[in-house]
């Protein structure tokens, strides 16, 4: 599939104001030769500041100069099981797993540079779509997948039953531990399932009993925790929730909605939220089916980052990425992967500006040589230099 890239503005509109400083620009992220398509699901920023992007053809390395992409090789054994990587979790040891459709989980061991596989029809797994993988305070990593819960025991894979009498759905979204070492399992069907520290204790939080909690929801996209504060729930067209510590210590366990509702749509309705990063001190960056929120923790207020990418496709904000120096990376799944970036207004309105201009082209890459600006083409290269495009390289 051919990228198409361009250069364009993020319109913020919110609830509260905004300042003039805050408008922003982004650009498509091509990944070079090396990105072979426009579906990024899975993105994160490892503790050695390499940035890992799970594509479906393929998973990419940057580590700030390099990209280097991972296929599988039916004639390696040490190779990734599938190019199809949905979920990606660096653990407390240092490894990787990946987690692919229909292709088995991986863990990277970075010292050897090969992969050991966990597939389900060798009975390892559970099932070989793996959506979420998580660690807990003791160190055991979990995996949610289409199919059921699995825990990584004495370096097997084993099935943890959390159905009861409640017949809950199996197919796992998201996983996450928070600092008291409960688990939290996000399902698609079934709401959201709690586990106690001991793991003796399964709760389960969805539309049948929503009365009892206020989380009014069945499909959980992302469970995300922040210590101090508590945990946040991304969910499927029901907005965000929040759950505090102070709810999970007293075992009252009362969700609280978060600002999602478009303000610029006539409509009422929440959005979807299928991603939650920590953004700087006590804010979060939302990724959602209409933009990207800012929520800021301590004032308990959205910011609404609107986008204005002028595409065909469906704008979901699938995956984001803050990577340093107030640059966010997002992907719209089959539209591409995009840099934001939170300040350079005059640099927002030049692309901006140029973005019909033919000599353009299909932007591949922006960079600074010597000082300029220069934006490399489908065709050709220019150089972006006091609010004027010239030709930089002819053909």
Known sequence: MKILLSAIIVIITCITSVNADEI??????????????????????????????????????????????FKYDPLDSNSISNDDVISIFEDSKGFLWFGTYHGGLNRYDRKSGTFKRFLAD???ISDNTIWSVTED??????????NGLNKFDDGSWVRVDYDGKDSLSQKIFSLAADEFDNLFIGTI??????????????????????????LNANL???????????????????GAYFLSNDEIRNSSYRFKAIQTSDPASDSSQSLSVFDIAASESNSLLLGTSSGIIKYQINKDSSLFLYKNFELDEKQ?????????????????????????????????EEFRRSSDNELLGTIRKFTNYEGKIIAGGQERAVRIFRRQIQLFFAE
Not at 334 to 342: N, P, R, Y
């Open 24 to 69: 922003k620009y982004s650009e498509r992220s091509g990944l070079h030769a090396f990105y072979p398509d426009n579906n990024v699901f899975a993105m994160i920023k490892d503790t050695k500041g390499i940035v890992w992007f799970g594509t479906m053809f393929g998973l990419i390395l940057y580590d700030g100069s390099n990209y280097i992409r």
């Open 316 to 348: 979901d904000f699938n995956s984001v990425l803050p990577i340093g120096n107030d640059i966010v990376l997002a992907s719209i799944y089959d539209a591409g992967l995009f840099q934001l970036h939170f300040s350079e207004k005059d640099l927002s």
């Open 189 to 214: 069907g079934s709401g959201l399932v709690f586990t106690n520290r001991q793991r003796s204790e399964f709760k389960s939080f969805n539309l049948k009993n929503s009365q009892q909690h206020s």
């Open 220 to 238: 959980i996209r992302k469970i995300f925790t922040v210590a101090g504060k508590g945990v946040y729930i991304g969910t499927i067209n029901k």
């Open 122 to 124: 060798r009975g390892q």
């Open 137 to 146: 305070k003791k160190g055991v990593i979990w995996a949610g997948t289409e």
